[in-house]
C-alpha cells in the first residue's frame, strides 16, 4: 500500500512521545512492504525539506522555529504547509490510505478534493485543547477571552478532523474514553492499539557489573536508592507533589535516595525554585533533556521509575523502563495504569495525592524484594503486545478492514 503519514512532528526531529509513535509505526509499516511518506513541518532551518530515513520518505514543510516570535502561528503554516506538499505529492502517488496524527496539517490536508476519496485514520495521540492547558498552565479559573477562544478553534479543528477520519486509534482505553467524552464519538469508531517499546533497544542489563558500572559512572553509591521520572514540564503533570512526596520522605528520616528528572519546558523555573525553598537540591536533579538514545542507562541504573501523570495517555516511558528491568509505579489513573494493572494493582498509588505518592515509594524502599522483575515474564508479555512490529499488524488489519 501507498500511506501517507500526515503529523506536525516526527521522531527524532521533535522530543516526544507521539513522534516516537510516529517514526516506529512508519519503520514497521516499511519494512512490511509498504510505501511509506511522511508529511512534517521543519524542526529547525537546517532541516532538509526531503529525505529518505529508514526507507521513509520523510517531506517537510517550513514553519517558524520553536522560540522564534512567529512560532505561535505555527499551526497557520501547517494547513498551509501540509496542504502544498500533499497537492504535490498526489500528483505523482495514489495514496491508498491517510494516516493523520495532529489536528492542523490534517485539515490542511482535508482542505484537497483529492483526499475525499481516500481511506483515512487519525491516530489520536492526545487531546490537543489538554496539551495547550498543560504548555501554558491554564485552568478554568485562569482562561481568558483570547485562550478561550484558541481552545475553541482547536477543538473544532480536531473534531472535523476525527469526523472525516473512517477510523480513530487511541493508544489507551483511557484516551478512547476522552475521546467519547470530548468529541461526542461513538466507541464502536475508536480502535484502541497500545504503543509499543522498541525490545532490541530497551533490554535488561547484562548483568549486575553493568549495573555497578552505570552507578559508578553517575556518582552514585550502592547505598543510595534512585527513583527516576521523565516527563515534560508542563502544568499538571503531578511534578509538584513528586517533589513534595520526596520531602515527605526526606522528613521521616529516608536520606538515602535521590530523584533524577528527564526533561524540559517552560515551568522548570518554577520547579527550581520549589526545590531550592524546600532545600531538596541534595536529593532532587533536574537533567533536562536526555538523548533518546540514552535513556537506556538510565533505566538500568535506577532502583524505582515513577509515573505522576494523571491523565497520561499511554505510558511509553513506563514501557520502555520495564523493559530494562526496573519497576514502575503510578497515578491509578491514565495510561501507565493500565499498562501496570496487568501486571499487578499494588504498582498503583493509592490516589494521586502526595501522601499516597510518598506511601507507595516508601513501600517500594522498604521491601527491595518488591524491586525485582522477571525479565522472562516482561519479555513474553512485550513480544505479544507492545512490540512495534506487533503494533503495527494490529494498525494493518485495521486499515484492511476500513472500507
Request: proline residues 3%; charged residues 25%.
Amino acid at each position: 500500500m501507498n500511506i501517507l503519514i500526515v503529523a506536525e512532528g516526527r521522531f527524532p526531529d521533535f522530543v516526544g512521545g507521539s513522534g516516537l509513535v510516529i517514526h516506529h509505526l512508519g519503520k514497521h509499516l516499511a519494512d512490511h512492504g509498504h510505501n511509506i511518506h511522511t508529511v512534517t513541518r521543519k524542526a529547525k532551518k537546517s532541516d532538509k525539506f526531503y529525505e529518505l530515513i529508514d526507507t521513509i520518505n520523510v517531506h517537510r514543510y517550513s514553519a517558524p522555529c520553536i522560540g522564534s516570535f512567529l512560532h505561535k502561528l505555527f499551526p497557520l503554516y501547517s494547513i498551509w504547509g501540509a496542504r502544498k506538499l500533499f497537492l504535490k505529492l498526489n500528483k505523482a502517488i495514489s495514496f491508498d490510505v491517510i494516516i493523520f496524527n495532529h489536528p492542523f496539517p490534517a485539515l490542511g490536508v482535508l482542505s484537497c478534493s483529492m483526499s475525499r476519496n481516500v481511506k483515512k485514520i487519525y491516530i489520536l495521540h492526545s487531546s490537543t485543547v489538554g496539551e495547550y492547558l498543560a504548555s501554558k498552565n491554564l485552568k478554568n479559573s485562569s482562561i481568558n477571552l483570547f485562550d478561550r477562544l484558541i481552545i475553541f478553534i482547536m477543538n473544532q479543528v480536531e473534531r472535523f478532523a476525527l469526523k472525516k477520519s473512517q477510523k480513530i486509534v487511541t493508544l489507551s482505553k483511557y484516551m478512547q474514553d476522552q475521546v467519547v467524552y470530548i468529541h461526542s464519538e461513538k466507541e464502536d469508531r475508536i480502535e484502541v492499539i497500545p504503543g509499543g517499546v522498541d525490545v532490541n533497544t530497551f533490554q535488561f542489563p547484562a548483568n549486575d557489573d553493568e549495573i555497578t558500572r552505570l552507578r559508578e559512572e553517575f556518582k552514585i553509591s550502592k547505598e543510595v536508592l534512585v527513583l527516576f521520572t521523565a516527563k515534560r514540564i508542563y502544568g499538571g503533570m503531578g511534578l509538584e507533589n513528586l517533589i513534595d512526596a520526596i520531602e515527605m520522605l526526606v522528613n521521616t528520616g529516608r536520606k538515602n535516595v535521590i530523584l533524577f528528572h528527564a526533561g524540559e519546558g517552560p515551568l522548570k523555573s518554577d520547579l527550581e525554585q520549589r526545590i531550592q525553598k524546600k532545600g531538596l537540591n541534595k536529593w532532587i536533579r533536574l537533567l533536562g533533556n536526555i538523548p533518546h538514545e540514552n535513556m537506556k542507562s538510565y533505566y538500568q541504573m535506577a532502583d524505582l521509575y515513577i509515573s505522576t501523570w494523571r491523565q497520561e495517555p499511554f505510558g511509553l516511558v513506563a514501557l520502555e523502563a520495564l523493559s530494562c528491568g526496573l519497576p514502575v509505579i503510578s497515578c491509578p489513573e491514565g495510561g501507565s495504569a493500565e499498562i501496570l494493572k496487568g501486571l499487578s494493582k499494588n504498582l498503583l498509588f493509592k490516589d494521586s495525592g502526595i501522601s499516597a505518592m510518598a506511601e507507595k515509594i516508601r513501600y517500594f524502599l522498604d521491601h527491595s524484594d518488591r524491586l525485582k522483575i522477571s525479565e522472562t515474564s516482561v519479555g513474553n508479555t512485550w513480544e505479544d503486545n507492545y512490540a512495534w512490529s506487533t503494533t503495527a499488524k494490529k494498525l494493518e488489519r485495521l486499515i484492511s478492514s476500513v472500507e
